[in-house]
């Protein structure tokens, strides 16, 4: 690491002013919330009252958070335009199939949180394990989330990694507390158009300082090498790219079991969707999100492959990859645009940090504290509770921040996490959702192993016994293989055993007329620009579109 020195930003008066105005704005938004919360499914999900338009921005900002700004930056200083896939082939089909095929068995299944699924499809030992894989990896994640606050704070203040974390955590941990789920997505709609203001003209100024369009082309094409602009190039087998990665990994790993795995089961998203007031509204909300996000590219990676021409030395000792963007705000942003920039930050930490904290403390209170240490409490008491396990989740995000600490890129640790997690989950509920053969116990030992499988994968790879040129190379093969073994495993165990009785598999199961089913419609519904086929399917064809420039 970098001493805070090398980093630190010349902030004034201004910039701190603007600082503050936010910090007192977000508590504020914390406090007004809290007049609603009146009970656990108004701590939990907001009491399923909010309009798509807000959960949807809220959507799409919860997965903006700090390890999307810094690691997203610092894989497009690391691996060029091939950062694109995560944003079009990584995120719009999987945001799709979550809205149009997904969300009406969840939304209609009047499950609080994605484990809860499981239980009502299988059984509890499966709801247990999964809901205690969610809660692990829910920490982990906020723990990048607070790594990379210390990154920002480091820059800012000089203050020490542990430092950093602390009062960090403590500050997400007040609004959570005092407003639950529609503070935090309230503020994740303010941190949403924050950090755009904020990254834009860091963007603008980057492209200047390289000679605008044309010398950044010229410059890449001097340094890095023409790869570094292709999505497509260099990927066919037997080939080398910056990536480490071939089309089929590509696609495979990277555009079905890591995007159809974090995009479609994890509750830190979904949760968005569960929130809001009718089944028409849960629908519209990853498809209003997709929009934005696959443009989120033009001020995360584009940054970050500035950054690596203006520093040529970063990732090689001097700077780390996850440096790229505060080193373009220290010599690029003049004050106040600095102080708005340094906002935007604080804001995309604390979306990602609310979003994941806040769902662990749902997970963790009704999968496993309502239904096996405590049944039967009052409702009041599971309010107390949520609270509570709030504080347990920040305070354990902030020891598990020193284990992303260790990585350079912290994309590739949070990718990891995803394959350790996420693939295993998605590939039980795609066997539960589509085949009624699909049984509780092989949907226990399915995940069980899907699980197990990666995270040996994993070690195989960085001891050294599977050689592999990159981080994000080997977690795209380690998705495919929790995908499979996931799968190899549930069908025949499922073969062997009893399934349910097709009456207790209503809504919970596949069928036309269950995803076509519209819930309660309210007045708008049924305007055309609302409807959710014309909204995925026009997200599906616009990431194509975006596709192009970087394809020949």
């Given at each position: 690491m970098i001493s805070a020195d090398g980093l630190r930003l010349s902030m004034n008066w201004m910039d701190n002013l603007i600082l503050i105005v936010y910090f007192a704005v977000v508590l504020g938004i914390a406090l007004a919330a809290r007049r609603s919360v009146r009970?656990?499914?108004?701590?939990?999900?907001?009491?399923?009252?909010?309009?798509?338009?807000?959960?949807?921005?809220?959507?799409?900002?919860?997965?903006l958070g700090a390890t999307e700004i810094l690691g997203m930056a610092a894989n497009g200083a690391q691996y060029g335009a091939y950062t694109i896939h995560w944003y079009l082939i990584g995120a719009i089909p999987a945001m799709v199939f979550l809205g149009l095929v997904m969300m009406p068995f969840y939304y209609n299944s009047k499950v609080r949180s994605v484990p809860e699924f499981l239980l009502l499809r299988f059984s509890s030992s499966s709801h247990l394990l999964s809901a205690a894989l969610f809660?692990?990896?829910?920490?982990?994640?906020?723990?990048?989330?607070?790594?990379?606050?210390?990154?920002?704070?480091?820059?800012?203040?000089?203050w020490p990694l542990p430092v950093?974390?602390?009062?960090?955590?403590?500050?997400?941990?007040?609004?959570?507390?005092?407003?639950?789920?529609?503070?935090?997505?309230?503020?994740?709609?303010?941190?949403?158009?924050?950090?755009?203001?904020?990254?834009?003209?860091?963007?603008?100024?980057?492209?200047?300082?390289v000679g605008g369009i044309d010398g950044f082309i010229d410059q890449v094409f001097a340094g890095p090498g023409p790869e570094f602009l292709t999505a497509w190039g260099g990927t066919g087998f037997g080939q080398e790219n910056p990536l480490g990665a071939n089309w089929l990994t590509i696609t495979l790993g990277l555009g079905f079991a890591v995007s159809f795995g974090y995009w479609t089961t994890n509750f830190a998203e979904v949760q968005r969707s569960?929130?809001?007031?009718?089944?028409?509204?849960?629908?519209?909300?990853?498809?209003?999100?997709?929009?934005?996000?696959?443009?989120?590219?033009?001020?995360?990676?584009?940054?970050?492959?500035?950054?690596?021409?203006?520093?040529?030395?970063?990732?090689?000792?001097?700077?780390?990859?996850?440096?790229?963007i505060p080193l373009l705000?220290?010599?690029?942003?003049?004050?106040?645009?600095?102080?708005?920039?340094?906002?935007?930050?604080?804001?995309?930490?604390?979306?990602?940090?609310a979003a994941n904290v806040s769902s662990f403390n749902t997970v963790f209170t009704t999968d496993i504290w309502r239904p096996y240490l405590?049944?039967?409490?009052?409702?009041?008491?599971?309010?107390?509770?949520?609270?509570?396990?709030?504080?347990?989740?920040?305070?354990?995000?902030?020891?598990?921040?020193?284990?992303?600490a260790s990585f350079s890129n912290i994309m590739n640790y949070l990718q990891t996490l995803f394959s350790f997690f996420n693939v295993p989950l998605f590939a039980t509920f795609i066997l539960a959702l589509f085949w009624k053969r699909m049984t509780a116990k092989a949907g226990f030992w399915g995940l069980l192993a899907g699980t197990v499988a990666p995270i040996s994968f994993y070690v195989a790879y960085k001891t050294g016994m599977v050689p592999i040129s990159t981080d994000q190379g080997a977690n795209?093969?380690?998705?495919?293989?929790?995908?499979?073994v996931d799968v190899a495993v549930s069908v025949p165990?499922?073969?062997?055993?009893?399934?349910?009785?097709?009456?207790?598999?209503?809504?919970?199961?596949?069928?036309?007329?269950?995803?076509?089913?519209?819930?309660?419609?309210?007045?708008?519904?049924?305007?055309?620009?609302?409807?959710?086929?014309?909204?995925?399917?026009?997200?599906?064809?616009l990431a194509a579109l975006c596709y192009l420039p970087f394809s020949f």
């Open positions: 009970n656990s499914l108004d701590f939990f999900l907001s009491g399923r009252s909010l309009p798509a338009w807000v959960t949807g921005l809220a959507f799409v900002s919860a997965n809660a692990v990896a829910s920490v982990l994640i906020a723990g990048v989330n607070l790594f990379a606050l210390a990154i920002v704070l480091r820059a800012l203040l000089g950093s974390i602390g009062v960090a955590g403590v500050f997400v941990l007040a609004y959570i507390i005092i407003g639950g789920l529609s503070s935090a997505i309230y503020n994740e709609v303010l941190q949403f158009f924050v950090i755009v203001a904020a990254l834009v003209p860091l963007t603008v100024l980057g492209l200047a300082r569960l929130s809001a007031r009718n089944l028409s509204a849960a629908r519209r909300t990853p498809l209003i999100a997709a929009f934005p996000k696959m443009f989120i590219p033009l001020i995360v990676v584009l940054p970050g492959i500035i950054a690596l021409l203006v520093y040529p030395q970063i990732g090689q000792g001097a700077y780390d990859y996850n440096d790229a705000m220290r010599d690029l942003l003049p004050n106040g645009v600095l102080g708005l920039a340094v906002t935007g930050l604080m804001a995309s930490f604390m979306a990602g940090m405590k049944p039967g409490m009052p409702d009041g008491h599971y309010l107390r509770v949520g609270r509570v396990v709030t504080a347990v989740g920040v305070l354990a995000g902030m020891g598990t921040a020193f284990i992303a795209m093969i380690s998705s495919m293989i929790a995908f499979t165990v499922a073969l062997a055993t009893a399934p349910k009785p097709d009456h207790e598999l209503r809504g919970l199961v596949y069928s036309r007329a269950a995803a076509r089913d519209t819930g309660e419609v309210l007045p708008g519904d049924s305007a055309w620009y609302r409807r959710p086929a014309l909204l995925g399917w026009g997200a599906i064809v």
